[in-house]
């Protein structure tokens, strides 16, 4: 089965609201990152947090390791924070990184 | 800004033809990356290096070939294409200690690749 969870698959948002995306992971961890992928585009690293809480403007990542699990949060949706966001763990296999699938973030005026 | 440039950006081939894309990277990275992205599947990892002459599998490396000649180049290599292997595909590289994994990934912007 899928190592890395992403959920919700997709979310839609009115400006200014607050969105939670999740990722959940059935194997070891010794590393948990974060990416943005704009539509048609490449990926930005956004968050590397193997565990705790870590803070970047509206961005908010934590990482639960005993839980296996790892929330990225954003206040206050922009436009522009439309994209899909990724997680990728890395499980001590060297530098492997494993993605999730993705949450499809869709933020509307 | 590091950057990673990928080529070519669109690629069509034809079944059982030999298709190399190359993706280059000027940040003196150890670690490059070769992903291809499919609707449903999110980022799956062909191959991986850890620096010049090192190729490692990924998690879905048959029908792909690696090579790394340089620090700089990283190939990808499909000697016989097939129709399932029409995808996006992304080079990644990140700098870290031999071995682990970097804590920044810098993504060139893709190739799309169409085999008929």
């Known amino acids: 089965g899928q190592q890395v969870q992403q959920s919700p698959t997709s979310l839609v948002l009115q400006e200014g609201e607050n969105a939670e995306l999740q990722c959940n992971f059935s194997?070891?961890?010794?590393?948990m990152q974060w990416f943005y992928q704009r539509p048609g585009g490449s990926l930005i690293s956004v968050f590397y947090n193997p565990s705790g809480t870590k803070q970047s403007g509206r961005l908010t990542s934590t990482t639960v390791i005993k839980e296996r699990r790892s929330s990225l949060h954003i206040s206050s949706s922009q436009i522009t924070d439309s994209g899909t966001y990724l997680c990728a763990l890395n499980n001590n296999a060297g530098a492997k990184l494993t993605f999730g699938g993705g949450t499809r973030l869709t933020v509307r005026p | 800004e590091a950057a990673v440039t990928q080529s070519p950006r669109n690629k069509v081939a034809v079944t059982g033809g030999k298709v190399t894309l190359s993706c280059n990277q000027t940040n003196n990275h150890n670690n490059m990356y070769w992903y291809r992205q499919d609707t449903g599947h999110g980022l799956r990892l062909i191959h991986y290096?850890?620096?010049?002459?090192?190729?490692e599998k990924g998690d879905i490396p048959d029908g792909y070939k690696a090579s790394r000649p340089s620090q700089e180049n990283f190939s990808l290599i499909l000697e016989l294409a097939t129709p399932s292997q029409t995808s996006v595909y992304f080079c990644?590289?990140?700098?870290?200690?031999?071995?682990?994994?970097?804590?920044?990934?810098?993504f060139g912007s893709g190739t799309r690749l169409t085999v008929l």
């Open positions: 990644a590289s990140g700098d870290a200690l031999r071995g682990r994994v970097a804590e920044t990934l810098y």
């Open positions: 290096s850890y620096g010049a002459g090192s190729t």
């Open positions: 194997t070891s961890l010794n590393s």
